[in-house]
């Protein structure tokens, strides 16, 4: 995390009801591919341009010039993040990082759970630990401002 201070946390999970993803659709995030873990979600391998990095079993964006994560993705079943599983994921868990927190990240954030929400039919995305539903399609634009203002909320 950016700071020591304990921050609001910013999360969402986009859950897949259709179409789940499997290991081999996180990796396709990345650019990469596997005989040995095929994918379910074939669009997810066009996300790629997203900047989506491996870092053990989850997955992540990293803050340019640092090894630092900034957002996570992280594999989700009945409700809870998982590691060492292979899917199918009842969903999938956005998190950003407000220590890390620029415009700029808030806006690839933004991109990056909308790109994440369409990728597959009758996904919804909410808020972590509510029922609060982004209207979809998701405005990218309203998304950025509520993480900007869950951030200057955040400032001392």
């Excluded at 020591?4 to 499997?22: G, Q, W």
Aim: net charge negative.
């Amino acid at each position: 995390m950016g700071t020591d201070v304990e921050l609001p946390e910013c999360s969402i999970d986009i859950n897949y009801s259709n179409t789940k993803p499997v290991w081999g659709d996180l990796l396709s995030l990345c650019g990469l591919t596997s005989p040995s873990w095929p994918v379910s979600i074939p669009a997810f391998g066009r996300l790629a341009r997203l900047q989506v990095i491996q870092a053990d079993d989850y997955f992540g964006v990293r803050v340019l010039g640092s090894g630092a994560v900034v957002i996570w993705i992280l594999p989700v079943v009945d409700e809870e993040v998982v590691d060492h599983h292979p899917g199918p994921f009842d969903a999938l868990r956005i998190e950003y990082d407000l220590g890390y927190h620029s415009a700029s990240r808030a806006a690839h954030f933004s991109r990056l759970v909308a790109a994440l929400a369409e990728s597959s039919e009758r996904c919804v995305a909410r808020w972590t630990g509510t029922q609060a539903e982004l209207p979809t399609p998701i405005d990218t634009g309203a998304l950025s401002r509520h993480v900007e203002n869950l951030a200057e909320a955040t400032e001392p």
